[in-house]
């Protein structure tokens, strides 16, 4: 009888969560505090990276974590929050 390897996890095996960046660090990563507590080393999708989503302390984010390392994880979005007081510059229209 032979032994078949374990098959290699898929894409949907990733573990969504939500969070609140407590630091920001050099090079796109972020300390994320979890809401049991657990503080987590995040870094930023490459979407996000594409579209220069910026990502400051305080703000909350959702991130996918791999059930096999569970101390870093990967930030996929940005939470908007209700009561920003951030508003965008206004458009120049020529």
């Known amino acids: 009888m032979i032994a078949t390897p374990a098959s290699p996890p898929a894409e949907g ?3 969504e969560l939500e969070g ?3 630091t920001v660090l050099p090079g796109t990563m ?3 505090q979890l809401a ?3 503080i987590v080393l995040g870094h930023i999708s490459g ?3 594409k579209h220069y989503i910026k990502i400051a302390a305080g703000d909350t984010v959702k991130m996918e974590m791999s059930p096999y390392d569970i101390n870093k994880a990967r930030i996929t979005f940005r939470m908007k929050d209700a009561n920003s007081t951030y508003r965008p510059p206004a ?3 020529y």
């Open 36 to 38: 049991n507590g657990h």
């Open 20 to 22: 609140k960046v407590i």
């Open 13 to 15: 095996d990733a573990i």
């Open 30 to 32: 972020f300390r994320v």
């Open 47 to 49: 979407k996000l990276r």
């Open 91 to 93: 458009r120049r229209r």
